[in-house]
T-cell receptor, first 110, second 113 residues
Framework: SQQGEEDPQALSIQEGENATMNCSYK?????LQWYRQNSGRGLVHLIL?????REKHSGRLRVTLDTSKKSSSLLITASRAADTASYFC??????????FGKGTRLSVIA | EADIYQTPRYLVIGTGKKITLECSQT?????MYWYQQDPGMELHLIHY???????EKGDLSSESTVSRIRTEHFPLTLESARPSHTSQYLC????????????FGPGTRLLVL
C-alpha cells in the first residue's frame, strides 16, 4: 500500500521563488528518494537521503529527513520554468519495492 | 538517460485485443518493475521481478501477466484489453551497485477503445 504522501498536491510559483514540497511516510525506512517526472515521461531520480542523514544538497536541491516525524522535504531554490514537473518521494524499507507517494505538481511561471 | 527502453510508446487498440508491452534494459539489473499511472497521478505497482523466472504481483490488482525469461527483458501482457486499461505503463529497473535508485523507461501510453 502507498505510504508516501506528498504535500501540497499542487504548487504554483513565480520564477526565482523557492519551492518546498513535503513527504510523510508510515514505517521505518532505509532511505528516501525524490524523483521528478516531466509530462508524459518516465521518472528521473533526483536525490537519495539515508535514514541516518538529516540533510543533503545537490545543486539547487536541498532535502531534509526527520525520521522521528517520518517526514521529508524537498526544497528547490531559485526556481526556473524548466523545473515545472511532478515530484515524487519514494521510500525504501529494505528488500521490498519502493513505495511512491502521490506526487506534487509544480508549476513555475516565467 | 538510463538504458531502459519501452515499446511501443503509444498504442491505440480495440477492446478484446491481446497486447504485449515490451521493456528491456541493458544494465544487467536483476530487479524490474511495472507501474500503471494515470497522467500526473500516483504510480501503482502492478508487477515486479527480482530475477529470471521470478515474478510477483504488486499492490494494484491487474488483469495483466508478466514473464522474466531473460534478465534484460520483462514484457507485460494484457490477454483481453478493456477501456479500463487505458493508462500509462512505466517500466523500471534497479540493480546492485553504487546507485540505489530505480531507472525508468519513457513509458507506454495505452488507449483502449
Amino acid at each position: 500500500s502507498q505510504q508516501g504522501e506528498e504535500d501540497p498536491q499542487a504548487l504554483s510559483i513565480q520564477e526565482g521563488e523557492n519551492a518546498t514540497m513535503n513527504c510523510s511516510y508510515k514505517t521505518s525506512i532505509n532511505n528516501l528518494q525524490w524523483y521528478r517526472q516531466n509530462s508524459g515521461r518516465g521518472l528521473v531520480h533526483l536525490i537519495l537521503i539515508r535514514s541516518n542523514e538529516r540533510e543533503k544538497h545537490s545543486g539547487r536541491l536541498r532535502v531534509t529527513l526527520d525520521t522521528s516525524k517520518k517526514s521529508s522535504s524537498l526544497l528547490i531554490t531559485a526556481s526556473r520554468a524548466a523545473d515545472t514537473a511532478s515530484y515524487f518521494c519514494a521510500t525504501d524499507a529494505g528488500n521490498t519495492p519502493l513505495v511512491f507517494g502521490k506526487g506534487t505538481r509544480l508549476s513555475v511561471i516565467a | 538517460e538510463a538504458d531502459i527502453y519501452q515499446t511501443p510508446r503509444y498504442l491505440v487498440i480495440g477492446t478484446g485485443k491481446k497486447i504485449t508491452l515490451e521493456c528491456s534494459q541493458t544494465m544487467g539489473h536483476d530487479k524490474m518493475y511495472w507501474y500503471q499511472q494515470d497522467p500526473g497521478m500516483e504510480l501503482h505497482l502492478i508487477h515486479y521481478s527480482y530475477g529470471v523466472n521470478s515474478t510477483e504481483k504488486g499492490d494494484l490488482s491487474s488483469e495483466s501477466t508478466v514473464s522474466r525469461i531473460r534478465t534484460e527483458h520483462f514484457p507485460l501482457t494484457l490477454e483481453s484489453a478493456r477501456p479500463s486499461h487505458t493508462s500509462q505503463y512505466l517500466c523500471a529497473s534497479w540493480g546492485q551497485g553504487a546507485r540505489e535508485t530505480q531507472y525508468f523507461g519513457p513509458g507506454t501510453r495505452l488507449l483502449v477503445l
